[in-house]
């Protein structure tokens, strides 16, 4: 049930400087806002009831851009999942995360909503994250401590927590520039085509002739997090891939996850599945590598 919402102070710092410093001030009574697709819903459902809002969207260190940045792309802190999924630097070498957006149906939500903003709800189901995880992406973080940079796969805690402070702003993503002759995959299961995934997964492999030199699998809505499926990709790496190998790599990465029965899906069908998309995204990923 949506109500209207409580009073609360409501603030638009100019500086990250200035935006840090009222977060700080305030705590946890504090939320950021940039897009609100996340927050506003769940002010109005009395999920949360934060007594201040920080609207971060005339911050002038922070932008909707997405450029190249040395060898990589950095992909600006305000940049809507729509903007990330239309852009051509992307979809040419991180063809991972165009693909992962292009499957979110509503093209209001990729429109209005931030890839920032989704990392930061810190849902086990996000498309994003799971793409980023294995494109080895980094943020950049601003704080009243100054500035740091966190590799993806340590940014989570668990469902709805993360490792920032509550005074700390993500400015970027960065990805790094892939290594030649490698391919990319996502795939995902859900009931209806609007939903949120029951099971996603993402993978990277890189060849050095023929035989793999790196690979990075992911999976989501499998865990408090997006995971990594390591012991899968210690079968593939620094061997020859075919399609018996890869079955091998699927199973084992249904074996790692240890998911949980919900709404959306049951933990057996989960497992089952996971091993099922593993094996769907290597195959894909592999034949871009080899292309």
């Known amino acids: 049930m949506f109500r209207t919402l409580k009073p609360f102070e409501y603030l638009e710092p100019k500086t990250l400087e200035e935006a840090t410093k009222a977060l700080s001030k305030r705590g946890a009574q504090a939320k950021v806002y940039a897009a609100g697709v996340d927050l506003v819903p769940r002010m109005r459902k ?49 063809f991972v995360l165009h693909e992962a957006i292009s499957s979110i149906v509503s093209v209001q939500v990729k429109s209005q909503g931030t890839a920032v903003g989704n990392l930061c709800v810190a849902t086990p189901a996000s498309d994003v994250a799971t793409a980023l995880y294995v494109l080895d992406a980094k943020l950049n973080v601003f704080g009243p401590s100054g500035e740091r940079q966190i590799p ?24 790094p520039a892939p290594a030649a002759n490698t391919g990319g995959a996502f795939a995902k299961l859900v009931r209806t085509a609007e939903d949120i995934a029951k099971v996603n997964a993402a993978a990277s492999i890189t060849l050095d002739k023929g035989v793999c030199k790196d690979v990075r699998i992911s999976l989501g809505s499998v865990a408090p997090t997006v995971v990594r499926a390591k012991k899968a990709e210690a079968i593939l790496r620094g ?12 199973k ?39 292309a």
């Open 46 to 94: 009395r999920v949360i009831e934060p007594k201040c809002i920080v609207n971060i969207q005339n911050v002038k260190e922070l932008d909707d851009v997405i450029a190249a940045k040395g060898k990589g792309v950095r992909i600006g802190s305000l940049a809507s999942k729509r903007s990330i999924e239309l852009s051509s630097l992307i979809k040419e070498k991180y």
């Open 239 to 250: 061997k020859k891939v075919d399609q018996k190998l890869i079955e091998q790599a699927a």
């Open 152 to 175: 993806i796969d340590e940014f989570y805690l668990g469902v709805g927590k993360t490792v920032l402070e509550p005074a700390e702003i993500i400015t970027e993503i960065l990805l």
């Open 252 to 290: 084992a990465a249904a074996e790692e996850v240890a998911p949980i029965t919900d709404l959306r899906s049951t933990a057996a069908y989960r497992k089952e599945t996971s091993g099922v998309l593993v094996k769907r995204v290597l195959t894909k990923a592999l034949e871009r590598a080899q």
